[in-house]
C-alpha cells in the first residue's frame, strides 16, 4: 500500500465476517454508497492490501484503513465556533444575527479557509443567542447523526453561572425529578464549580434546557457558557474565533456517539 496515508484506521473484532462497506456504515464513518465509492478509488485497504470488490468481506482479527483523501470527501465542511452572545445558531428571524457569519478568514483560527458566503451550514445542536461557547456549524451528515442523531450517546458540559441561593435541595432537583413539556428529563450531573458557578453535563438538548430548569427551582441563569460536545472540547479557541474539525477530532465525536452496549453472555457449554 505505497504511497497511502492513514486518516482512519480500525481494528474488526466482530465473531463473524461483515461486508466492509455494512461495517463502516455501522460505524458511523459514511454511508454504503460512500464507502463503495472510496473502495473503486483505491483509498480502502485491509492489513495493508488495497481492496477492489465492493463485496469484499473484512474477517475477525483484521485492520481496515481508510486513506487520507478518504476523509477529505467525506467529512463535507466543518466549522468549530466559540460564538458569543448577540448571535443565533440557526436561521434568523429579522433584526437577528446568524453565527455562521463570523465564519469568515479573518476570525479563522489555525490553517484552512473559510466557507463560501451561501454555503448551508446548519448547527449541529444548537446554543441560544443570550448564550456563548462551542457551536458546530456542519454540512457533513454523518457527523450531524453522531451529534444529534436520536441515538447519539453524546453528552454536552457547560458552565453556568445563576443567581439565587444555591442549595442542596435545588441541586438534588436539577439532577433527578424536573419535568419539562410534560415530559421527565433524563438525569443531569449538577455541582458546584464556586459560590453561584454551577458544571451541568447533559445527555439531551431541549430548547433553553438548563434556563428554564433553574428557573423551576428558583434560580437565574446570568451566563451560560458551552464547553464541551462529547469528545470535543472548547479549549482556548478565543470568543467570536472558529477553526476547522480536525479529521481525529471528526472520527473521536463518531466514535463517541455509540452507545456502549455489552454483548451477551454465551450460555455454557453442555459437559460432556
Known amino acids: 500500500m505505497r504511497g497511502l496515508t492513514v486518516a482512519w484506521t480500525r481494528r474488526y473484532d466482530e465473531a463473524e465476517p461483515q461486508r466492509v462497506n455494512k461495517w463502516l456504515a455501522q460505524s458511523g464513518v459514511c454511508s454504503r454508497r460512500e464507502a463503495e465509492a472510496l473502495i473503486a478509488d483505491g483509498l480502502v485497504s485491509i492489513d495493508g492490501e488495497t481492496i477492489a470488490d465492493a463485496g469484499r468481506k473484512i474477517l475477525p482479527g483484521q485492520t481496515l484503513t481508510l486513506a487520507d483523501r478518504a476523509a477529505a470527501s467525506l467529512g463535507g465542511f466543518t466549522a468549530v465556533l466559540n460564538k458569543p ?93 424536573l419535568e419539562l413539556d410534560g415530559r421527565k428529563l433524563k438525569p443531569a450531573t449538577v455541582s458546584v464549580i464556586q459560590g453561584n458557578t454551577l458544571r451541568f453535563v447533559l445527555k439531551e438538548g431541549r430548547k433553553r434546557q438548563i434556563r428554564r430548569m433553574c428557573d423551576l427551582v428558583g434560580l437565574r441563569v446570568v451566563d451560560l457558557l458551552r464547553v464541551r460536545i462529547g469528545p470535543l472540547k472548547l479549549g482556548d479557541l478565543p470568543e467570536g474565533r472558529w477553526r476547522v474539525l480536525t479529521p481525529q477530532e471528526r472520527e473521536a465525536m463518531i466514535r463517541a456517539s455509540t452507545p456502549s452496549v455489552t454483548p451477551p453472555a454465551r450460555p455454557p457449554r453442555p459437559r460432556s
Open 85 to 177: 452572545v448577540g448571535y443565533v445558531s440557526g436561521q434568523p428571524e429579522p433584526g437577528h444575527v446568524p453565527a455562521v457569519r463570523l465564519l469568515t478568514a479573518a476570525n479563522l483560527s489555525g490553517e484552512g479557509a473559510a466557507p463560501d458566503a451561501r454555503a448551508s451550514l446548519p448547527p449541529l445542536g444548537r446554543l441560544d443567542e443570550d448564550s456563548r461557547g462551542l457551536l458546530i456549524l456542519s454540512d457533513d451528515g454523518v457527523l450531524a447523526k453522531a451529534v444529534i442523531g436520536p441515538q447519539s450517546d453524546l453528552d454536552k458540559e457547560y458552565v453556568v453561572r445563576v443567581a439565587g441561593q444555591v442549595d442542596e435541595r435545588k441541586l438534588a432537583r436539577l439532577r433527578h425529578g
